[in-house]
Structure formats: C-alpha cells, structure tokens
C-alpha cells in the first residue's frame, strides 16, 4: 500500500513549526493511531517531505522516532507503517500500568510536595466545564507525567518519556469518547486525595480502574477508526 491524497486532508492547514522533525513526527503519530494511516502504508520521504512542506532531514527524523516507538519498521523498500492492533493497545496499557503502578508507589514512599498535582486538577476542572478535550487531554498527561517526576526514579522517567508521545494521542483519543470529562476529573481528584492520604492500595486501585476504563474506550475507538478510518 502506498500513500494516496485522503490522509494529506489531515496536515494541509499544518505549515511547520520551529522544531521541524517533532512538528512532523507529532502528525505523523497521530495520523498512525487514528488509523488515517493505515497499517502497511510506505511513507515516502519525498511525498512527505513536499506535504510537510520541510527538507527531508526532518522527516528522517521522524520516522526514526516513530520506529522507535514501534509505529513504524524499516524494510528493503523503504518505511512502512506497522500500526496499532487490538494486541498492541492492550500491551500499551498493561505497560502503562506497570509504569505508573510504580511511580505512584515511589512517589508516596518519598512523600514529595503534591502542589503541582493540586495545580493540574484545578485545569483539568475548567477544562471539563469547558468541554475542552484537548485541553483536559493535556492537563491528563500532566497529572500522570507529574507522578515519574515527583518518584525521583530516573530511568523510571526515562522509560515514561519514551512512550509519552503514544499516550498523549491515546488520551486524546479516549478523552474525545467522553461527552462529560467531569467523571474522569473526579476520578483523579479521588486518586490525588488517596496519594495523600498515604493510602496506597486505595490508590493503586483507583489507577488500575483508572488506566483499564482509558483501555476500553481507547479499543471502542480503535473499533470505530478500523471500520471507518475516516472518521
């Protein structure tokens, strides 16, 4: 399969931003994850390059840091686009959980200030009375982002920077199932009170319900993308 001019509907308003190859990796991503790529589609660096409306050093770029991701895989014929099946959602997820199952640990044993966390609700509010899903979207990853920082675990981080990116567009997407973001805001209220609280299973029970609610609706929305990706 090779790139046709239905997808290019999605970047033709995108004109480049100072950090070129993040400004393409990003859309890039996103179009992957939504299925508007579709999985076995040969991106070719000079078609993407003239829709970017860049060189083709950032689109190398790029697809480095998708294959890295496992987005993508390099093959004799070029870069082709891998995707994201039922098995790679559920494997995110269960990662994600590992992860931050750990961070939540690590960060309530070091008792760190939780000002910041206090902070990232409060946006996550207006947000929702807002209706804004992107902004509760990143406001989301914040909150959960603030965990590996606050658990002084470096290499933990490091792992949770490198799928960041993946989970940002998987929140996006999730949040955007939710017509009411005000049940997943009182939600990581509840979990913020028991990490206070030191209650830790509590806490690490709230997140797994958490983290399994955000892997349904992101399977109902990869359901949707597969049967229409279009939509």
């Known amino acids: 399969m090779s790139l046709n001019g239905s997808w290019r509907n999605?970047?033709?308003?995108?004109?480049?931003?100072?950090a070129l190859g993040r400004h393409v990796v990003d859309h890039l991503r996103r179009?992957?994850?939504?299925?508007?790529?579709?999985?076995?589609?040969?991106?070719?660096?000079?078609?993407?390059?003239?829709?970017?409306?860049?060189?083709?050093?950032?689109?190398?770029d790029a697809l480095r840091q998708l294959e890295a991701e496992g987005l993508v895989e390099s093959r004799r014929r070029g870069v082709f686009v891998i995707g994201l099946t039922v098995d790679d959602i559920e494997e995110l997820y269960v990662l994600r959980h590992l992860l931050e199952a750990e961070a939540v640990r690590q960060?309530?044993?070091?008792?760190?200030?939780?000002?910041?966390?206090?902070?990232?609700?409060?946006?996550?509010?207006?947000?929702?009375?807002?209706?804004d899903a992107a902004a509760f979207a990143e406001a989301d990853l914040e909150f959960h982002s603030a965990f590996y920082a606050l658990a002084g675990h470096r290499r933990l981080e490091k792992v949770w920077q490198q799928y960041r990116p993946t989970f940002a567009d998987m929140l996006s997407v999730t949040n955007a199932e939710d017509r009411d973001l005000a049940p997943?805001?009182?939600?990581h209220?509840?979990?913020l009170a028991r990490v206070r609280a030191g209650d830790q299973p509590g806490a690490l029970s709230l997140l797994r319900e958490?983290?399994?609610?955000?892997?349904?609706?992101?399977?109902?929305?990869?359901?949707?993308?597969?049967?229409?990706?279009?939509a």
């Open 10 to 18: 999605a970047v033709t308003t995108v004109r480049p931003a100072p």
């Open 31 to 60: 179009l992957i994850i939504t299925g508007q790529l579709a999985a076995g589609t040969h991106l070719v660096e000079s078609q993407l390059s003239e829709t970017f409306d860049v060189s083709r050093g950032p689109v190398r």
């Open 107 to 131: 960060c309530m044993r070091r008792g760190g200030d939780l000002l910041e966390l206090d902070a990232i609700v409060l946006t996550m509010g207006e947000a929702a009375r807002e209706g």
């Open 184 to 187: 997943i805001h009182r939600d």
């Open 189 to 191: 209220l509840d979990l």
């Open 210 to 230: 958490h983290i399994d609610g955000s892997r349904e609706r992101m399977l109902t929305a990869y359901a949707r993308f597969i049967a229409d990706p279009s």
